[in-house]
């Protein structure tokens, strides 16, 4: 069938173009039964370009006010107000506080706040730099907002500042009502077609057969496409509402501010005009504000301006805006405006209401479903045709052409209503929202294992990953890291936390240990700050944390230490440089370079080293050896190393005090941090191998650490490659298309070399490529590979905001976890194909051929309703929420080119198909004689026989669906209440219809004979379905040796149950 669909229906999962979006929606043509229900969660075009629209107009506005600001600034600065703020301009001050005022509330007033929402809202959004000027900087702007720049906003004065500047929150789309979904149900074209059926037939009907007779037919279709649409409504509702949590989900983010004078972790929207923020790489700028003091901060404005070239922020450029990226540096940040009064906040509005690209399955599932729609279209049409002609025939015959009756009018008009009801069951609207409820229920589930789902396609996708490239370090690790080893002065020593206090070898002179706490508690981006309790914390990475933590164990007093040396200028660690150097001044009125990082790196920047006596000597070869050794051996204990280094410089070398020197480091010492492997990773690995998963490790560890580690897991093992980030990005294209299937192991990697991987695995090999990321430099990967997976904990907003699926314990088995309920999601949704288009043959074949054999269909509008009823809304939801089980990751992901609708799928709804055919068809034509029938009644019987029998058999093939391929069908069948609930509700529902609503649906009561046949008959397909099973399927001759269909071959023997 997949031959016949149209390619506008086969889209890439990442980087589509709206053109291709718009194709394959105007494929799928008129023959959409409600486009409001199928195009729900699909993307809003219109609503995306307005937010285009909305960003050009935005960008242009920036643009304009940056140039405004820039040329202010070189005006005011070459007019003499490039001083702080001169005395001469004290009346202009005094009438720019006046005006800044103008009109604030009462309440704002007394609340010691002196300046208008909307005017602070406007110095930075327009750049205004002479108006934050006039009010005397940072300083002055925090005084009108009655705050301390130290200590922060009083928790107290939270809620009056969100009454005068609103809160941190942007307006969103009030959420559908129940209602809601029940009249978009209705929406459906067959279903207003057939209500009006009902209303001519009720409005026939009174007057010719009178009350309440007349109105059965008419009533019996209302009442059954109420029940629909009730349904419908329920599911489709239930589902938005697990979209709306995990939505929610998505966007908790938090930020370190200072508030009462600590330094604490909060929800951005919990955030205030007033708050002191910190910001570090990584870090989304989650509101407007003015710049208090950093280093080296780089802010990327591109989401707002479309610029790719980053920013530098310091005090003469101080505006930051909601919305932008921290790039590199950290900075303390004063709130000014929140919410809607942002540019971002106004943007995100219409930005989310642009929606989501559909998956690729639910596209390919439109096309299956526009192709099914044509071919039941067709056979509703001829079932029509078929019917209208034999009336019309057998009325010439009978020579009554010129007499018309109400009867031939209602004939008429149920023979019309049997068409369309046709097309209800033959139009499968269900297919591709099936995928949606497959992946919400999915989601649903991982959301409660730690993994947010951030895209609908990255579930689905990664069920075909083929490989994984994982991070190390709190991945793989634990991320709960301490230093147990040190290397100082010539000599390795074991560190010892038991005792609450540690020391260097005796023989260590005091100055070594002053200089090794300077350069623990100053060149770090953490802090060590007292809670409420007055107990120490430290907040920062946990690299930093262990170092930190180790330097109090020494007995060091992190405070003082930051006290005694004024920090004139940080390069922050980031994964490109894997180093971080500080410039300060200590107390003697020199300067001092301290530098930590990659221990080859900082030791190639060192040319002497510190004695055991204090003393600076010369670093000899020799030396140079023993370092080398030391720290290869602390690799092979799966250490983390880290070298510490520092360089004194006379105040008179300093050529630019804005850089930090890059050579003539004295080393200090090595610090070998320990970070143990998860518990469970090494099962997740081996899992993953079973499943046909290639596990590569990428990291900027030392190789020796990073191949300790990767044995410990399972990933590397004998014949394995492992390779030095430097090295890999020497090669050639060719060579890493040859190597990359044997390399499991790439230490010392930067961003740049994993984005080269993922980008050769996918282009080259043809990999399904699975990428974890933490930093902000590891965005690119993130985006380029077929799944980003970021760090819930350890991760970067940037990195978040580029990944699909957000790992929230940073646990590798997690990332497993995905694979999994991926691999479920495309089998649940092949399962409930099979059952559909099973039903779909067999009703559109019985009605069509019943027709042009007899004149008359066997199922009616009303049972046909019945029927779509079963095989859309209820299996969708029996069979698409289906739990993964563990066979799943025992057999080889489905390669993208592979089918869908699978030959073996084929053989089971063939086979399913012609059996029930076989028996409804006799059933149809010889059912009075065989069932021994006589009486008035005896068709009516027959036809709520065939009905019921229909049903069951739909009752038993779906139980048969549950497994494609094994014969045991009943496997862990008692675990899944959804699944067992509606089986039984349909069976209650099916007695109730034939028992007691025969009047409305056309049908008489059944014998407990008929009853037990009509079972009997249903219950055949279970032993049939296994026969059928062992019929072998050949491959298709494109299908790869070791992935065929997604299915592991038919076990012969014991096995075989």
Not at 172 to 201: G, H, M, N, Y
Request: charged share 25%.
């Amino acid at each position: 069938m997949e031959k016949f669909i149209p390619a506008e229906f086969d889209l890439p999962p990442k980087g589509r173009s709206e053109e291709a979006i718009r194709r394959w929606r105007e494929a799928v043509g008129k023959l959409v039964k409600n486009r409001q229900r199928r195009f729900r969660y699909a993307a809003d075009l219109e609503k995306r370009s307005e937010a285009k629209e909305q960003m050009r107009r935005l960008r242009e506005s920036i643009r304009v006010c940056f140039v405004a600001y820039t040329a202010a600034l070189r005006f005011l600065d070459v007019g003499g107000l490039g001083k702080k703020f001169p005395d001469s301009n004290e009346h202009s001050e005094e009438d720019t506080g006046m005006d800044v005022q103008n009109g604030l509330e009462e309440e704002a007033k007394r609340a010691g706040l002196r300046i208008h929402p909307d005017k602070l809202a406007s110095i930075v959004s327009s750049y205004d730099i002479k108006t934050l000027r006039k009010l005397k900087g940072v300083d002055g702007l925090a005084e009108k907002l009655n705050v301390s720049l130290d200590k922060g906003v009083n928790s107290n004065e939270i809620t009056t500042r969100q009454n005068i500047y609103g809160a941190n929150r942007y307006t969103e789309k009030p959420p559908k009502s129940f209602w809601r979904f029940v009249w978009e149900a209705f929406q459906d074209l067959t279903l207003i077609i057939l209500t009006f059926c009902a209303v001519v037939s009720i409005a026939v009907g009174l007057p010719t057969e009178g009350f309440p007779e007349g109105m059965f037919d008419g009533l019996g279709i209302i009442l059954s496409i109420f029940l629909v649409v009730m349904v419908t409504a329920t599911s489709d509702y239930k589902q938005s509402l697990q979209f709306r949590e995990l939505d929610k989900e998505k966007k908790k983010i938090s930020v370190q501010v200072i508030r009462d004078g600590m330094r604490q972790k909060i929800s951005i929207y919990d955030l205030v005009v007033g708050d002191i923020v910190h910001l570090s790489i990584g870090d989304q700028v989650p509101t407007d504000g003015i710049f208090i003091s950093g280093y080296n901060l780089l802010i990327d404005q591109s989401s707002l301006t479309g610029e790719s070239v980053p920013i530098n922020i310091y005090d003469k450029r101080p505006f930051l805006l909601a919305g932008t990226k921290v790039q590199d540096g950290s900075a303390k940040m004063l709130v000014t405006t929140v919410g809607m009064r942002t540019e971002w906040g106004k943007l995100m509005e219409t930005l989310s209401e642009g929606g989501e690209d559909e998956t690729p399955l639910q596209v390919k599932l439109n096309g299956v479903a526009t192709i099914i729609g044509k071919i039941g279209l067709l056979f509703a049409i001829l079932t029509f045709l078929v019917l209208l002609i034999r009336f019309l025939v057998e009325k010439g015959l009978r020579h009554e052409f010129t007499k018309w009756s109400s009867d031939d009018a209602l004939l008429l008009l149920d023979y019309f209503a049997t068409a369309v009801t046709i097309i209800v069951v033959a139009v499968p609207e269900g297919l591709p929202l099936a995928v949606t409820l497959s992946l919400a229920f999915a989601m649903k589930k991982l959301m409660k294992d730690k993994a947010l789902v951030r895209h609908l396609s990255a579930c689905e996708t990664m069920g075909s990953a083929t490989c994984i490239c994982t991070d190390k370090t709190g991945t793989l690790t634990t991320n709960h890291m301490v230093v147990e080893k040190i290397w100082a002065c010539g000599k390795a020593k074991r560190v010892d936390s038991s005792k609450g206090k540690d020391t260097l070898d005796d023989d260590v002179s005091e100055h070594v240990s002053s200089v090794l706490l300077q350069a623990i508690f100053n060149n770090t981006g953490s802090e060590v700050v007292k809670n409420k309790d007055g107990k120490l914390s430290i907040l920062g990475t946990p690299t930093e944390t262990a170092i930190l933590e180790y330097g109090l164990l020494l007995g060091g007093d992190y405070n003082e230490q930051r006290k005694t040396c004024k920090i004139l200028k940080v390069e922050p660690f980031n994964s490109e440089k894997k180093k971080m150097s500080v410039l300060v001044a200590p107390p003697d009125g020199n300067v001092r370079a301290f530098c930590k990082g990659a221990s080859e790196i900082i030791l190639k920047m060192c040319d002497t080293i510190i004695n055991a006596s204090g003393e600076t000597v010369p670093l000899s070869e020799e030396q140079v050896g023993d370092v080398t050794d030391a720290i290869n051996g602390f690799a092979c204990d799966a250490l983390r190393t880290l070298c510490l280094a520092f360089k004194d410089i006379d105040n008179g070398d300093i050529v630019d005090k804005d850089k930090i020197p890059e050579s003539g480091y004295t080393l200090i010492g090595i610090v070998g941090i320990k970070d143990p492997v998860r518990p469970g990773v090494r099962e997740a690995v081996k899992t993953c191998l079973a499943a046909g998963i290639t596990v590569r490790m990428v990291t900027g560890d030392n190789i020796n650490t990073a191949k300790a580690i990767a044995k410990e897991c399972g990933i590397l093992t004998d014949g394995d490659l492992a390779i030095e980030g430097p090295e890999f990005r020497t090669k050639s294209q060719q060579e890493m298309s040859q190597l990359i299937p044997k390399l499991k192991v790439m230490a010392r990697s930067s961003p740049t070399d994993k984005h080269v991987l993922v980008k050769t695995s996918r282009s080259v090999l043809k990999e399904v490529v699975a990428v974890t990321g933490d930093g902000t430099n590891d965005a690119p990967a993130l985006h380029e590979a077929d799944i980003g997976l970021a760090m819930g904990i350890a991760g970067t907003e940037v990195a978040k905001e580029s990944a699909d699926v957000i790992v929230l314990d940073d646990n590798f088995a997690t990332i497993v976890n995905v694979a999994k309920w991926g691999r479920s999601v495309y089998i649940n949704i092949q399962k409930f194909v099979q059952f559909q288009l099973t039903v779909n043959i067999v009703a559109l074949m019985i009605n069509f051929i019943s027709a042009c054999a007899s004149g008359s269909a066997p199922l009616t509008a009303v049972q046909l309703l019945w029927v779509n009823l079963i095989m859309d809304t209820l299996g969708a939801l029996a069979l698409a929420t289906e739990p993964p089980h563990e066979g799943l990751m025992q057999r080889p992901p489905v390669a993208r080119t592979e089918s869908f609708i699978t030959r073996t799928m084929w053989r089971n709804i063939i086979g399913q198909s012609v059996y029930q055919l076989a028996v409804l068809l006799v059933l149809n034509f010889l059912g009075e004689q065989l069932l021994e029938l006589s009486g008035s009644d005896a068709k009516m019987v027959k036809n709520t026989f065939i009905f019921n029998t229909f049903v069951f058999c739909q009752v038993f093939n779906e139980i048969n669906s549950r497994d494609i391929e094994k014969i045991n069908i009943f496997r862990g069948i008692l675990g899944n209440w959804v699944f067992n609930g509606i089986i039984f509700a349909t069976v209650v529902f099916q007695v109730v219809i034939i028992e007691f609503l025969g009047t409305f649906a056309s049908t008489v009561p059944l014998s407990w004979q008929l009853w037990l046949l009509s079972v009997a008959l249903g219950a055949v397909s279970l032993p049939l379905a296994v026969v059928i099973k062992c019929i072998p399927v050949t491959r298709r001759p494109d299908a790869s040796k070791n992935r065929g269909d997604g299915y592991e071959p038919l076990p012969s023997g014991p096995d075989a149950a």
